[in-house]
């Protein structure tokens, strides 16, 4: 892995701004910047970006955090393939090369087969370009299909040769191991003789990128003059660590900023419908390769935008490939528009024959509103009252999973007017499925709160000496912490290294001084008490164990922190909606803070002794005739009302100011 003192380089070259700038237009805010989120479907500036802080943070989804967040999010990458997208935007050298024995210990396989699948689209690619055979063979076979030189670049299109072990004698030539070939799918093991064999050898190569640039997997196709009696002209990488189909989309990374730009995907079947389509001109298409639809692959497409063209040949299995996952679209808020090319077409073939302008202008008039799709090919010549009955159903039926009210009874009352149907009884029928799939969520929740509690372990009480069980103040699961802890963690971030005890004397005569974190997790370890959420944990225990280094800034350690999820958490919690210049800010007054890490924590106190109460009173109202086990019970629940009037006389006398 990339050590601290390299993240710290690359962090500390980082310009935030500068790198939301990219994805995000910005404008300035005070002393902030602020843009329209690329999260969700932000209508009014709401995503702010700090200089001063270095993050960001959407205060509408709430996501957000440093530059290394940002880019995880946004490109969908991992915290080590954003570090290195920073150094390489920053200039800040990071190698990367097949491993040695010492460095692949340290380095995840995942990082080695990134690497590895990198090498082996560059040796397709110039196999393509400067092998005689792959000259002869695979770029005659480009050619063939009307593929420009600039589009195989674009694509970096290769070519495998025949003999079965050239990529692997190749790979092991230039020091890669042979179990990441295998574990990346470019080769495969033959057990009869444990041999490594090519997986894609004599086919034309189509490298799939993920949505970062990455080289995650790779598609082969047979060549024309192989292809006669072949059932599988194509054959894929199998999943693995790095590629998962149903995650990834052929051209997302070539697409992307057309997407964005248009506010409009094209959704095709095949590698060669993206290319033809990129070559005419339309650059907004990706492809699923004939699967269907993951909610995965919806999400990745949603974050660029909401509106899908499907755009299939226009026989029956286009049409069956059309109405795939169409339901799955419409309930993640996808608009959904259905275009069916002339029968004897498939997206290539019709590309070669338009120019851009006219497939535009075929698309704008020929495409149809998903449901009147659905509508006119599920009642088409269908006269049987029953089975034009299930028909209307089934088109209820995907109306009801659109989230927007509004649509679902725009495109309601539409089809009652096309469909001779009363709207009442549309409508009745929706809200049965609506509430249908309500009740099937609910009865899930049910099942996994269930389930949880079961695993939930007992909590003894924190504040000893009961002989009940306390629960914590989020009923003792981790799915989310109380609102006050989350308040006394902030602080930790903002103030974790800030002396607010000085001097105290200790038991042996002598003096100390306490941190802001210090003096949190002396005060809860007297009645041993934690924090509900791990979290929250592990950064108290982070800022204790470095509270007494001098250089030591919880904010920037914590906001740095090499765990995304702590990192995020910290910048989420550190940032402010507004936040004053240097020349308005008002300095704290002192002894302020003392007071509000004080009262934190008794409140945190308070919350926990609350659930204690309630807890008793539950187990009160229950209890059976066991006279010994509800005197034991009285007794705990005085003792507990008494420890609430303390803390609350305490919170009382000691207000925030």
Not at 486 to 509: M, P
């Amino acid at each position: 892995m990339i050590d601290r003192a390299t993240v710290d380089r690359i962090m500390d070259a980082t310009n935030i701004v500068e790198v939301v700038s990219d994805f995000v237009n910005l404008r300035k805010a005070g002393v902030n910047y602020k843009g329209l989120c690329p999260f969700h479907d932000d209508k009014t500036p709401s995503f702010m970006v700090s200089p001063a802080k270095q993050i960001c943070k959407c205060f509408a989804c709430g996501k957000g955090g440093t530059a290394i967040n940002f880019l995880m999010e946004h490109e969908q990458i991992t915290y080590v393939e954003a570090l290195r997208w920073l150094a390489r935007k920053y200039n800040i050298e990071i190698e990367e090369r097949e491993l040695t024995d010492e460095e692949r210990r340290q380095q995840s396989e995942r990082e080695s087969m990134y690497i590895v699948s990198e090498w082996a689209k560059d040796w397709f690619h110039h196999i393509l370009k400067e092998d005689p055979d792959g000259i002869a063979i695979g770029k005659q076979y480009f050619r063939s299909r009307g593929i420009r030189d600039d589009i195989i670049e674009k694509f970096q299109l290769g070519f495998a040769p025949n003999k079965r072990t050239a990529l692997s004698e190749a790979a092991r030539e230039k020091g890669y191991q042979p179990e990441f070939l295998v574990k990346t799918g470019l080769c495969y093991l033959r057990e009869a003789n444990n041999q490594i064999i090519d997986r894609f050898s004599g086919r034309a190569i189509f490298p799939w990128l993920n949505v970062s640039g990455k080289v995650v997997a790779f598609g082969g196709r047979v060549l024309d003059a192989r292809t006669k009696g072949v059932q599988q002209k194509y054959v894929n990488s199998p999943d693995s660590d790095i590629y998962h189909k149903e995650r990834e989309l052929y051209g997302i990374f070539q697409a992307k900023r057309a997407i964005a730009k248009e506010d409009c995907v094209y959704m095709v079947e095949g590698y060669t419908d993206v290319i033809a389509m990129h070559q005419c001109g339309l650059e907004n298409v990706v492809a699923n390769s004939g699967t269907a639809l993951s909610v995965y692959q919806i999400r990745l497409l949603h974050r660029f935008t909401q509106n899908i063209v499907l755009l299939y040949d226009g026989d029956e299995a286009g049409i069956h490939a059309a109405m795939r996952g169409t339901d799955m679209l419409l309930q993640e808020g996808m608009n959904i528009k259905v275009l069916v090319l002339p029968d004897g077409d498939d997206p290539d073939s019709f590309s070669r024959k338009h120019t851009a302008e006219e497939f535009k202008t075929y698309i704008l008039e020929h495409q149809k509103d998903f449901i009147q799709f659905k509508t006119d090919l599920m009642l088409q010549g269908v006269t049987d009252p029953v089975k034009r009955s299930e028909a209307i159903s089934n088109i209820v039926k995907s109306v009801s999973v659109i989230p927007d009210p509004i649509k679902r009874d725009t495109y309601l009352h539409d089809c009652a007017v096309r469909l001779g149907v009363n709207e009442r009884t549309l409508i009745n029928t929706m809200n049965n499925f609506i509430r249908a799939n309500r009740e099937e969520k609910r009865r899930e929740e049910r099942e996994e709160r269930r389930v949880e509690r079961e695993e939930a372990p007992s909590i003894p009480s924190p504040f000893g000496g009961g002989q009940g069980e306390a629960p914590t103040p989020n009923g003792g699961r981790l799915e989310g912490a109380s609102p006050v802890e989350t308040l006394i963690i902030r602080e930790v971030i903002r103030h974790g290294e800030e002396v607010v005890f000085d001097n105290l004397e200790t038991e042996d005569g002598g003096t100390t001084s306490l941190t802001v974190a210090q003096y949190i997790d002396y005060d809860l370890s007297q009645d041993g008490i934690q924090l509900s959420d791990e979290r929250y944990r592990r950064i108290l225990a982070e800022a204790v164990e470095h509270s007494n280094e001098r250089d030591f800034k919880a904010e920037t350690y914590f906001v740095r922190h090499p765990d995304p999820q702590i990192s995020q958490l910290a910048a989420d919690l550190a940032m402010s909606r507004y936040q004053l210049s240097a020349s308005m800010s008002v300095p704290q007054r002192e002894g302020s803070l003392v007071r509000q890490i004080t009262h934190l924590v008794l409140d945190y106190r308070m919350s926990i002794v609350e659930q204690q109460l309630k807890h008793l009173q539950n187990q009160l109202r229950n209890a059976t005739r066991d006279m010994e086990h509800i005197k034991s019970l009285m007794t705990q629940l005085k003792q507990t009302q008494e420890l609430r009037n303390t803390l609350a006389r305490k919170l009382g006398n000691d207000v925030i100011i």
